[in-house]
């Protein structure tokens, strides 16, 4: 080989030389750098929706004074994600604790933070009716001041409230909760599906988002609370449901025993009177009471047919006094049924409609 002439040189060296001296550079970051593009990350990612200006998140509590800090500073994060103000309203329904005064330091560091606090335990129900009647929030979300309700769902709730619904339920698939409690509650959610227009899983989860005009037209009593959906959707809102993560309880015990059953069941029956007959409660009396009047009426009807045609003593037949029975009750019910009606006539607005649009 001459001076002139230059070395050969195979592909895999070349690639080999290029591979060391191209090697790309790798990034380092200051403190000042980092900070400023984790601002602006968070910047881009705000949701932002044209009806929504102001959000309201209403929180109940009872004896939650070691959850609330943690809470509040979850939730402040969480609603950073939206471009809207908002206002945190805690409702304290006559807690034994510090959970007043903690709710008190908290209001001195965020002026955002409204609170209300009852002589004496009222319920849940009753604290959220509190905060229906005071938020002023174009969304409001109501969730339970336990922790087990996980506020980094809110922007979830609002970007579903955004598809067009009215009320946005959570659904706590996967639930860290006692099995008692788990079974429980699967078999009221599937008897309130059967006997409802509302067809969602979860209709107990304190984890909800509504529109403004629904928690302004809701009255909430006694322990309704845990149907408040399907007193939304028999106003005529349009009800769904979102996946939420569930989360144990990390602080103190829950707060509802074995009564709860009870309630719950005689809640359901309470929901189907004033949701189905409260305007029309002849429907309900009156069907009652003439199927006992025809039951007691046909079983006396054949005794008689019996006493009269073979002569059978009806002295010892114990079914002609449930005969009569069954007849009084029915005539009863029917008339308490007329009774109620003209109650409503008299008492109640028998035009009481839900309005969406007018001009």
Known sequence: MTENQTPKTDGNSFQKDKKRYYRPRRRVDTPQKKENRIENTSYEAKLSFNWLKKISVIVPLFNEEESLNPLYFEIKK????LACTYEIIFVDDGSTDNSLNEIKRLAKLDPRIKYFS?????????A???GFENCEGDAVITMDADLQDDPNEIPNLV???NEGWDLVSGWKKKRFDPLIKRQSSKFFNYITRLTSNVKIHDFNCGLKAYKKEVVKSLYIHGELHRYIPVLAGEKGFKVSEIIVRHQARRYGKTKFGISRFFYGFVDLLTIQMITKYASRPLH??????SISFIIGFGIDAILAWHWLFENMSLSNRPLL??????????????AIGLLGELFVHK?????????????
């Open 347 to 359: 008492f109640g607005n028998q035009h009481i409609v839900e309005i969406k649009e007018q001009k």
């Open 321 to 334: 006094l449930l005969g009569l029975l069954l007849m009084i009750v029915g005539v009863q019910l029917f």
């Open 128 to 130: 959220l009716n509190v």
């Open 118 to 126: 009852f002589r004496k335990n009222y319920g849940k129900s009753a």
């Open 159 to 161: 970007a579903k409230l």
């Open 284 to 289: 309900l009396f009156g069907m009652i009471g």
């Open 78 to 81: 969480s609603l950073a994600k």
